[in-house]
């Protein structure tokens, strides 16, 4: 296996697999927490003609001040992070409102980042990933891991290793008194016969709610 093609090289093709399924459950496992208006400090549930895909009666930019201010209101802290799911992001690059107030920038298109300044936020991300929801040996079920809720949240910029920088969450892992890393690979043939080869890939993480105040969703964004 030393020299094998890229293409053939199965062992490392397959235990990226594993490595890739791990990081879907993670954004899975943050996706639900987060994006759940009963976990953070507050939200809204959109419907009907209040739904950004109402391109003729919504209003997104008042309802992401209203977010905002929520978070500032109870915590003297402004949010700088937006995430939008990608079946949000469809709808609102195309909302009229939206369109007026960066069309002489650009030639009028809807980008990431003049989407942040006209929200008033540092950073927004895109949830795009999709899952698989259908049981094993039947038909797939696709569905999408961030829904059509709308998350505003502060969040440090970086490791706070003394925990004087609220945060809405933090990622916490760990090194492995066993395997020495916090991120293991192993391979290891069958015991028995040598007729098959087992691969393993774990890591030690947990991901905490910290501040829940520091959080507002805004629920079912489109229709």
């Known amino acids: 296996m030393a020299n094998a093609d890229q293409i053939l090289a199965s062992r490392e093709k397959r235990v990226r697999g594993l490595k890739n399924s791990l990081y879907l459950d993670w ?3 943050v996706a639900s927490t987060i994006s759940s208006g009963s976990n953070v400090g507050s939200f809204t549930t ?3 003609t209040s739904q950004w895909s109402d391109y003729a009666n919504s209003d997104p930019v008042n309802d992401v001040e209203v977010g905002k201010e929520s978070i500032r209101s109870t915590t003297g802290l402004t949010a700088n992070l937006m995430i939008i799911p990608h079946k949000v992001l469809t709808k ?3 909302h009229p409102d939206l369109l007026d107030r960066i069309k002489y920038v650009q ?3 809807v980008t990431q980042a003049n989407l942040a ?3 008033g936020v540092d950073r927004i991300l895109v949830g795009k990933t999709i899952k698989n929801t259908g049981s ?3 038909a797939d079920t696709f569905t999408d891991v961030w829904g059509t809720n709308v998350v505003l949240a502060h969040v440090t910029a970086g490791p706070d290793p003394d925990g004087t920088d ?3 969450g933090y990622r916490f892992r760990w090194t ?3 395997l020495g890393t916090p991120w293991a690979a192993e391979v290891w043939d069958d015991p028995d016969g040598g007729n098959y080869e087992n691969r393993r890939v774990q890591y030690y993480q947990d991901e905490k709610l910290t501040a829940t105040e520091l959080g507002y969703v805004i629920a079912s964004a489109i229709a």
């Open 27 to 29: 954004e899975n496992r």
């Open 46 to 48: 959109l419907s009907g």
């Open 92 to 94: 609102l690059v195309h």
């Open 107 to 109: 030639q009028g298109v």
């Open 117 to 119: 300044a006209v929200f």
């Open 136 to 138: 094993e040996g039947l």
């Open 166 to 168: 609220p945060s809405l």
């Open 176 to 178: 492995s008194s066993i």
